[in-house]
């Protein structure tokens, strides 16, 4: 103790003719050392403050950019459905026309195959991807999810059909090699019992193809009608997006302008 007082006796820190320890030395050494240390503190502390903050700005733009990315994808999956949409609703009304004017011409006991006549789509299957599935899957709308999964694989499966329809019609014309002329509309051909036997095969595809068609329309529909109109609710109400697009169901918006 005695030199830790003599080497402040010798710093000017202590005087003891007086017993005074707390000189204007010490005191004014204790708050430079106080200042800088509260300095420091306060220093420390605002720099912690700002990168705080700067950090909370990056997560929030990261988390900005990751929303505006899903919503991205699930609209590209909701552009797709509306074209699957619009193109199951003009196959089924090509077959309807069909169909309706093979019974103007009193044709209705016929085959379907023989009523039906190969109709044109756009010819465009679509992909659903891991991408576009995750912000429904993350919204927890997985009822859109599976319509979604189902849906692009049936449209493919659907044009695949009716594309094979058509050449199946195609080489059918060629087996039939003598035609007597039209009426109403329709062509009438001649075949020899052997020429019928060759067609027969034809005939049996062509009418499972056609018939498999007609049975797929309806449920592709209700699926394809799912995904188009439910994206847009499901991404609004989990993201808090009302700025986000939506396909709106002209069908029933007559049905309930009609119902009022």
């Known amino acids: 103790m005695n030199w830790f007082l003599k080497n402040l006796e010798i710093l000017g820190l202590y005087q003891p003719q007086n017993k005074q320890f707390f000189t204007p030395e010490l005191i004014s050494l204790i708050s430079g050392l106080g200042g800088a240390i509260i300095g420091a503190c306060v220093g420390g502390f605002i720099s912690w403050l700002i990168a705080r903050q700067a950090a909370n700005l990056t997560l929030k733009r990261d988390e900005e950019a990751r929303i505006k990315e899903q919503k991205s994808h699930a609209l590209s999956l909701m552009i797709k459905a509306s074209l699957v949409l619009a193109d199951v609703v003009a196959i089924a009304k090509l077959i309807d026309q069909s169909l309706s004017t093979a019974n103007e011409n009193k044709l209705t006991n016929q085959p379907l195959w023989r009523r039906i006549v190969p109709t044109i789509s756009h010819k465009q299957t679509f992909e659903v991807e891991a991408v576009e599935l995750a912000p429904l899957m993350e919204a927890k709308a997985n009822e859109i999810v599976y319509a979604a999964t189902e849906l692009f694989l049936q449209h493919a499966t659907l044009i695949t059909a009716l594309e094979?329809?058509?050449?199946?019609?195609?080489?059918?014309?060629?087996?039939?090699?003598?035609?007597?002329?039209?009426?109403?509309?329709?062509?009438?051909?001649?075949?020899?019992?052997?020429?019928?036997?060759?067609?027969?095969?034809y005939e049996l595809e062509l009418e499972s193809l056609i018939s498999e068609v007609r049975s797929m329309l309806p449920e592709l529909r209700e699926k394809a009608e799912k995904v188009s109109f439910g994206i847009g609710p499901a991404i609004r109400a989990y993201y808090e997006a009302e700025d986000f697009p939506m396909l709106i169901d002209g069908n029933k918006d007559q049905s309930a302008k009609g119902a009022e």
Do not use: F
């Open 164 to 201: 094979k329809y058509a050449i199946l019609r195609g080489e059918m014309k060629k087996l039939i090699p003598t035609h007597l002329g039209t009426k109403d509309t329709v062509v009438v051909s001649a075949l020899t019992e052997s020429e019928v036997a060759a067609l027969a095969p």
